[in-house]
């Protein structure tokens, strides 16, 4: 991948004449700077190949010293001591200039002019470095993986407030913030919350605090009663119908509370009937069921007979009875229902054809028809 490159900032360079009694005099400088690309965008962490050159000349000539170093850059900031692989040849007794190429591209202009002893690099871009050692003390050099120029602010009633070196953050509270009974008469458990739970002191409940027309002004009481009760006071009674399930405790309602043969078939809820309900008897002991028959049945056991009578008409179902269960003949005159006989219903013969009837007549009747 093709980047351009750019210095931000060369923090620190300086050119160290060692001088020892009887010793060549050692040459080095120290140069710090910051690798970016084109939009000032620190170069990832890694290890790049830069070329150092001076140069007797801002622009042109030829380079006078040149070495090449593998640098470690930590959020693009690298260091470098130029002159330990390639020693200095150079007097240092006129101006020179830097030029810096990296990963063997073009170099990068302009050349950085080398202005006192010790020598110090001036940034190409800006006095002051855009970035800072990761362990440079003193400074915050992150917020929330955040950098650069930051602006804390408090959202809703969130107050975001600045003394000295101290940043304070506060938020408002809003809502209940304590519970207190204000004449004692409510008893305030845990009052700062977050649960708080209420109750009411005994006798708490005085008369300033009854509505009027509560309590009866007098006693007993008189007027007409309302509400549940009918009548008037002092012996109002209990409404017809007043009392509904909702008004029964549970359990209020006893046996002697219910009239005999009140509880019907409906009034039984399914399955409640259980086996010790039953009375004694109703269920037989062994199977086939013996000794003598009771109910409907007379006879004994194993074999009982229906009792004659016993089949009365709320014991047929509905269409129970058919033609063949019906006797000759038994159908009189009281069994049948007024307009049941339709025409239908009656033989041929049994009503003239044509009126006024004519024939022999027979029956009760002798001679001819019509006469």
Not at 19 to 27: D, G, L, M, R, S
Not at 194 to 214: H, Q
Not at 267 to 296: E, Q, R, Y
Not at 339 to 348: G, R
Request: proline share 7%; with cysteine.
């Amino acid at each position: 991948m093709k980047h351009t490159f750019s210095f931000i900032g060369a923090l620190l360079l300086l050119f160290m004449l060692c001088i020892k009694t009887f010793a060549e005099v050692p040459k080095t400088i120290s140069y710090q700077g910051v690798l970016t690309n084109s939009i000032d965008e620190p170069f990832p962490d890694g290890t790049y190949t830069i070329s150092f050159s001076l140069y007797d000349a801002a622009t042109g000539s030829t380079a006078l010293w040149t070495e090449s170093r593998q640098v470690k850059t930590k959020f693009g900031v690298f260091d470098a001591t130029l002159g330990e692989t390639v020693p200095f040849d150079l007097l240092f007794d006129k101006p020179y200039w830097l030029g810096i190429t990296v990963q063997g591209q073009q170099e990068l202009s302009p050349r950085l002019a080398l202005v006192s002893s010790p020598y110090s690099f001036n940034s190409v871009r800006a006095t002051v470095a855009d970035s800072v050692s990761p362990t440079a003390g003193g400074v915050v050099r992150q917020l929330n993986g955040m950098n650069g120029n930051l602006t804390i602010v408090g959202d809703g009633t969130t107050t975001v407030t600045q003394s000295g070196n101290t940043i304070t953050i506060k938020t408002l509270q809003l809502g209940v913030q304590r519970i207190e009974s204000a004449d004692n008469a409510l008893v305030v458990t845990n009052p700062d919350g977050p649960t708080t739970t209420l109750s009411l002191k005994d006798s708490a409940i005085t008369s300033n605090k009854i509505a009027a027309g509560v309590i009866p002004t007098a006693l007993p009481p008189s007027g007409t009663a309302s509400g549940d009760l009918t009548g008037t006071y002092p012996n109002p009674t209990v409404g017809n119908g007043a009392i509904t399930n909702t008004k029964l405790a549970t359990n209020a309602v006893g046996t002697t509370n219910i009239q005999d043969a009140s509880v019907t078939t409906p009034k039984l809820a399914d399955a409640s009937v259980t086996s010790t309900k039953l009375a004694d008897g109703v269920i037989p002991t062994t199977l086939p069921p013996s000794g003598t028959a009771g109910g409907d049945l007379i006879g004994t056991y194993p074999n009982p007979t229906v009792g004659n009578g016993a089949i009365t008409n709320t014991k047929l179902a509905t269409n129970a009875v058919g033609t063949t269960n019906i006797q000759d003949a038994s159908v009189t005159t009281p069994k049948l229902a007024d307009a049941s006989v339709t025409s239908a219903k009656l033989a041929a013969g049994v009503i003239p054809t044509s009126l006024p009837p004519s024939g022999t007549a027979g029956g009760d009747l002798i001679g001819t028809d019509p006469n």
